[in-house]
C-alpha cells in the first residue's frame, strides 16, 4: 500500500521559512517523479515544484520560483519543500504528490502565513 505522508506545516509569520517533507512507502520512490501542489481554501490544487527521479531536473511555478526548493532523499524516501520568504499568499494546505504510472496523493499539511 503506498503512502505518501507530510509534515513541516505550520503558522510562521510573513518573511519567514518552512521545511516541508514528505515521506513515501510501499512504492520505488527512486522511479517517481515527486512533486509539491498546494490547494487555497476556494481555489483549484495547483503546482508548486516538482523534480524527477533522480533529482536531476526542478521545476517551480513563477508564484514561488527564487525562494523554495524542492530537493529529493533516494535513500530516506523522502521529499522536501524549503519554503523562504513567506506571504499570506502562501497560505494552503500542500500535498506530496508521486508520479510514475498514475497518481498518488498524500493528505496535506497545512500552510498558514500570518502575523
Known amino acids: 500500500q503506498v503512502q505518501l505522508v507530510e509534515s513541516g506545516g505550520g503558522l510562521v509569520q510573513p518573511g519567514g521559512s518552512l521545511r516541508l517533507s514528505c515521506v513515501a512507502s510501499g512504492l520505488t520512490f527512486s522511479s517517481y517523479r515527486m512533486s509539491w501542489y498546494r490547494q487555497a481554501p476556494g481555489k483549484e490544487r495547483e503546482l508548486v515544484a516538482a523534480i524527477t527521479s533522480a533529482g536531476g531536473t526542478t521545476n517551480y511555478a513563477d508564484a514561488v520560483k527564487g525562494r523554495s526548493t524542492i530537493s529529493r532523499d533516494n535513500t530516506q524516501n523522502t521529499v522536501y519543500l524549503q519554503m523562504n520568504n513567506l506571504t499570506p499568499a502562501d497560505t494552503a494546505a500542500y500535498y506530496c504528490?508521486?508520479?510514475?504510472?498514475?497518481?498518488?496523493w498524500g493528505q496535506g499539511t497545512q500552510v498558514t502565513v500570518s502575523s
Open positions: 504528490n508521486a508520479l510514475r504510472l498514475r497518481y498518488y
